[in-house]
């Protein structure tokens, strides 16, 4: 079973909104990644964690805030994101960070 | 970000036609891997590439790590219509964290 879970599949917020992506799996994982993905674009790695730390933050605005509460469980917190922000935001995992990271279906954000 | 090279862009071939595509780079990658996307989907992993020369199937499709380690292609054979989507390339370099993604190519097949 190669399967990463995703929460909300859409998602409409507006700028003064606060929500969270939700990524799962259970496939006894150690690394999980959060990425963005503008249309027609390559994913853009936004967050890596290793063995539940945060290892990689590529930079990414304060309004994105990443959570690892078990080796299963991603999070990923919005709070007063801009329109160009809009985006497939999609969750991979790996065995460890040195393997193939497998993608889970992604959720669709509109910021109005 | 850094991209790798992907080509072509996009190809419009008919049903049962083989279609090939390849990622070239400037830097050693020391894992290839190809992924499928559809519309609105995540990537789809197709193939994993661990050994320089390594050429490895994947039912209608197959791969190759170039003995160089900087370039990767992917063949499909007899392509039908489900093969339609984008397909993404991605290296990983050595001692790293971090996949670094092609530009990808667009596939349409027509029956």
């Known amino acids: 079973d190669t399967e990463v879970t995703q929460t909300p599949k859409h998602l409409v917020m507006g700028m003064t909104n606060k929500k969270s992506l939700k990524c799962e799996q259970h496939m006894g994982h150690r690394a999980m990644y959060w990425y963005k993905q503008k249309a027609k674009k390559p994913p853009e790695l936004m967050f890596v964690y290793s063995y539940e730390k945060l290892s990689i933050n590529e930079s990414v605005p304060s309004r994105f805030s990443p959570e690892c509460p078990n080796s299963s469980l991603l999070n990923l917190h919005l709070h007063a994101l801009q329109p160009e922000d809009s985006a497939l935001y999609l969750c991979?995992?790996?065995?460890?960070?040195?393997?193939?990271?497998?993608f889970g279906p992604g959720t669709r954000l509109t910021v109005t | 970000g850094q991209q790798l090279n992907q080509s072509p862009q996009s190809m419009f071939i008919q049903e049962g036609e083989d279609v090939s595509m390849n990622c070239t780079s400037s830097?050693?990658?020391?894992?290839w891997l190809w992924y499928k996307q559809d519309p609105g989907e995540g990537p789809v992993l197709l193939i994993a590439l661990y050994k320089a020369g390594e050429l490895t199937s994947n039912g209608r499709l197959t791969a190759q790590f170039g003995i160089t380690r900087k370039d990767s292609f992917l063949n499909i054979s007899a392509s039908i219509p489900s093969d339609v989507g984008i397909y993404f390339c991605?290296?990983?370099?050595?001692?790293?964290?971090?996949?670094?993604f092609g530009t990808g190519t667009r596939l349409q097949v027509f029956p």
């Open positions: 830097s050693i990658f020391n894992t």
């Open positions: 991979a995992s790996s065995q460890t960070r040195t393997y193939e990271q497998y």
């Open positions: 991605a290296g990983q370099p050595f001692n790293t964290d971090k996949l670094i």
